[in-house]
């Protein structure tokens, strides 16, 4: 049976536009896999804790010999790994706050990176690989190539490489200039936003029309 990770990271809640793809995602994919099940992770209702001395050294240490703070971070990685592993395919919201990713899903990428889970420490080939990694990405304003703040966008391009160790190989899926509707200042850029959302859209939609047919 076929599994999907949705994961929201969003803070916004129903204003926000990464969890508008997120959802479009999820129920194109339920389309697409009727019998499939589906796990969902909200890293807003439910932050997770930052990498800490604790989290690391339970990487380190082997677990019949983890302290309780040990014990308990090693529980929190093998849960989110295991997640993963269990998911045909993850869907992750990716908003862009202050040009990099929302703090939880750094926390949430830092505890996949597990030797032995979710990589082999001998040869460093990444252990959840051979899934669909889908990053549903919104930004609030225009980040292309020739614009002004061409490359200030540090969370989709942060992703790959923060994952990279594991496996994950993620394929983006954007909308930009979000906020043009509700910023006056940015009302001239409505016709492209709206661009960019119906792009957006179209190729949500057209991610499991294979399956579907």
């Known amino acids: 049976m076929t599994h999907l990770l949705h994961i929201d990271s969003s803070i916004t ?3 926000s536009a990464s969890r508008r793809l997120t959802a479009r995602a999820a129920a194109a994919w339920r389309a697409a896999h009727p019998e499939g099940t589906v796990t969902h992770r909200d890293l807003n209702a439910e932050p997770l804790p930052h990498f800490d001395a604790a989290s690391n050294a339970a990487r380190m240490v082997p677990p019949d010999q983890h302290t309780p703070e040990q014990a308990a971070a090693w529980r929190l990685m093998t849960e989110l790994i295991d997640e993963v592993k269990a998911a045909d395919t993850v869907l992750l919201g990716l908003p862009l706050y202050n040009f990099g990713a929302p703090s939880t899903v750094k926390s949430w990428v830092d505890h996949l990176i597990v030797p032995g889970l979710a990589f082999d420490p001998e040869t460093g080939q990444g252990l959840l690989g051979g899934r669909d990694f889908i990053v549903l990405a919104s930004r609030g304003g225009g980040y292309g190539e020739g614009t002004p703040r061409e490359g200030w966008d540090h969370a989709e391009s942060w992703i790959p490489h923060g994952v990279s160790m594991t496996g994950l190989e993620p394929r983006f899926v954007t909308a930009e200039l979000t906020l043009a509707k509700v910023n006056p200042a940015m009302a001239d850029l409505i016709p492209l936003a709206d661009e ?14 294979s399956v579907a047919a």
Do not use: P, V, Y
Request: hydrophobic share 45%; charged share 25%; net charge negative.
């Open 196 to 209: 960019s959302q119906a792009a957006a859209e179209r190729a949500i939609d057209a991610l499991w029309t």
């Open 13 to 15: 809640g129903e204003n």
